[in-house]
Structures are given as C-alpha cells and as structure tokens.
C-alpha cells in the first residue's frame, strides 16, 4: 500500500510560479512511475506529467510543455512539479498517483492507477 500526501498549491498570480510535492509512504517508491494528473470545477481529470521509475523517462501533456518539470527523488520518497508560467487556465486540483506501470505514451489515456493523493489546489489569478 502507498499513500501519497501533496503539497505546494495555493495562490499565485498569472506568470509565476509553484513547485508542487508529493510524499509517498510506504515500501519501494522506487518501482512506482508517478503521474500529475488535474481536474478544474466542472472538467474531467486530465493528464500533466509523468515519471520512470529511475526518473530517466518524463511525459508532458502539449499544454504544459516547456512550463511544466516533472522530477523525483526516490531517497525522499517524493515526486515533484514545478509549474513556471502559470496560466489561469492552470488552476486546477493537482493530484498525484502512482503506479507499477510506466504507462509511457498513454499516460493522457489511461483508466485506471493504482494509488492517488487526495489532491491540493492550485488558482492562478490573471
């Protein structure tokens, strides 16, 4: 079992920036690929980013590219996003998950994780 605890939202004006963390608890963090995923008020959940479990691979959704930077450190247990630029489209609910498979390109279409965080809010002021 993994519990995972986010952290790092809040209120930011457009254009600048937050780093989001997400703390694992539980064994071998380093065999899950984790995953930032956001839903905004009346939107379904949508994929941002993603990590290997070696941090060696990284997906983005096109929307966050260039802004966005997913890394992890697995002797803290912990996956990171730093968000540059924000939009106010970014505002959101950030949620972290991980999994055992590293989904690669089909991170945006996948169903189903195997654990997810319960999520901090992110509002981007324009």
């Known amino acids: 079992q993994v519990q995972l605890v986010e952290s790092g939202g809040g209120l930011v004006q457009a254009g600048g920036s937050l780093r989001l963390s997400c703390a694992a608890s539980?064994?071998?963090?380093?065999?899950?690929?984790m995953g930032w995923f956001r839903q905004a008020p009346g939107k379904e959940r949508e994929f941002v980013s993603a990590?290997?479990?070696?941090?060696?691979?990284?997906y983005y959704a096109d929307s966050v590219k260039g802004r966005f930077t997913i890394s992890r450190d697995n002797a803290r247990n912990t996956v990171y996003l730093q968000m540059n630029s924000l939009k106010p489209e970014d505002m959101a609910v950030y949620y972290c998950a991980a999994d055992r498979r590293d989904y690669g390109s089909n991170w945006p279409i996948v169903g189903h994780l195997d654990f997810w965080g319960e999520g901090t809010l992110v509002t981007v002021s324009s």
């Open positions: 990590i290997s479990w070696s941090g060696g691979s990284t």
């Open positions: 539980g064994r071998s963090f380093s065999t899950y690929a």
